[in-house]
């Protein structure tokens, strides 16, 4: 800007001098010199902007090759940019301490280290309160971005009591509806937004066992995730799969067959027959099939899911519990001998509360079945006995 202003007075000494300016003239002229200057500022400007656009792309591509530490970096050098440049309660700021908040939350699940973890919650944390006022401020309580970076304070809640093991909070859900609430209100119970909080209630409802809720927003939700993702996505499969579970735990259990089933397709037509989500899938469905007596269904699923792991040396756990409920499945669809049946019976008990107890001591994402589940399974396992017991009595 000094040498701006050293360019133009030099730049009006020599016009005086070449053309002995009149004073109507000279003012004609320091206008004129005034436009230049502020072409030339708004170059600078505009190289500035360019290389700010730079820097976003720069921070989408380390998103797209999954190298967050490099996206948070440099969405955090953006942000100290625009603070300096714009100041600390533009609308802008707002805006991007969300995504960079976004992208802290998605740290909790990958860092092992628990100091780390704290660390990067209370700087978003701050950042996310103070992107609320600005909201706030600036566009108004009642508006969208409020109601978004609400919702955002609940899912940034949520995944940290995640990742130290505990289940969300009563007070992750409340800041999430609150949000939801917002930006329904503005802009409607379709609007993919008004969507994406809604899916993500869901999750906050699932895991807090409130899964009559979770189920409904898993469900409001299903046609947009198809329409945004694809019907043959992964991200859709794994969306049907989770209103699955939902189902199962509803009791449920033939709605929560056929969303499994529809999953499943998706995983083959994908060529992913041979991946661990599909035998995982495989097994859920066969637990299903159990549930709801379809004892062949079962049968031929926990065949397809004990084989599958059966090819992982490192889903040794997971073979033996496909195995397990297949010896299961076969007791039920020819029992044999009801004093055989009831010895495997009790054996099969003991394995169950040994499943469960090797459930309730690994971190929560970790769990591959879960502990309602196991506990579904358990009271089949003893009414089965319960009766066969009354029939060898009598």
């Not at 990958?110 to 600005?134: G, R, Y």
Request: charged letters at 30%; hydrophobic letters at 40%.
């Amino acid at each position: 800007m000094k040498r701006m202003n050293e360019d133009t007075l030099i730049l009006t000494r020599k016009l005086k001098e070449k053309f002995r300016l009149k004073p109507f003239n000279l003012f004609a002229v320091v206008l004129l010199v005034i436009a230049l200057a502020v072409s030339i500022s708004s170059f600078f400007v505009g190289e500035k902007d360019f290389n700010l656009l730079d820097e976003i792309e720069a921070a989408k591509k380390a998103k797209q090759q999954g190298d967050l530490e490099e996206h948070i970096r440099i969405l955090g050098s953006i942000l100290e940019e625009r603070k300096k440049s714009l100041g600390d309660t533009h609308l802008a700021v707002a805006r991007l301490s969300c995504r960079l908040v976004h992208a802290l939350a998605q740290t909790y699940s990958l860092l092992d280290d628990p100091s780390k973890i704290e660390e990067n919650h209370i700087f978003a944390s701050k950042i996310l309160d103070e992107a609320i006022l600005i909201f706030k401020k600036q566009v108004g309580v009642n508006h969208w971005e409020t109601g978004k970076a609400v919702g955002q304070k609940g899912y940034l809640i949520g995944e940290y009591q995640m990742s130290q093991n505990e289940l969300p909070t009563e007070r992750a859900i409340l800041y999430m509806k609150e949000g939801l609430s917002i930006v329904s209100n503005e802009l409607g119970s379709n609007d993919s937004r008004t969507m994406l909080l809604n899916s993500i209630l869901a999750g906050l409802f699932f895991h807090q066992g409130m899964y009559d809720e979770a189920e409904k927003s898993y469900q409001a939700t299903l046609s947009w995730v198809e329409k945004t993702n694809g019907a043959l996505s992964e991200r859709f499969a794994w969306h049907l799969v989770t209103l699955s579970d939902t189902k199962l735990l509803t009791n449920k259990f033939s709605e929560a067959y056929k969303h499994a089933e529809r999953a499943q397709a998706i995983y083959a037509k994908l060529s992913l027959k041979s991946s661990y989500e599909f035998a995982r899938l495989s097994y859920k469905k066969g637990l299903i099939a159990l549930l709801r007596n379809d004892f062949n269904s079962a049968k031929k699923n926990l065949k397809v899911s004990s084989v599958l792991f059966g090819s992982m040396p490192e889903r040794k756990k997971e073979f033996a519990w496909s195995e397990q409920d297949l010896e299961f499945a076969k007791m039920l669809s020819d029992p044999g001998t009801s004093r055989d049946v009831l010895q495997r019976l009790v054996e099969y008990l003991r394995v169950l509360d040994g499943r469960y107890s090797d459930l309730l001591s690994q971190p929560i994402r970790e769990r591959k079945v879960h502990l309602e589940t196991v506990l579904k399974i358990k009271n089949k396992a003893i009414t089965v006995y319960k009766e066969m017991r009354g029939h060898t009595k009598t």
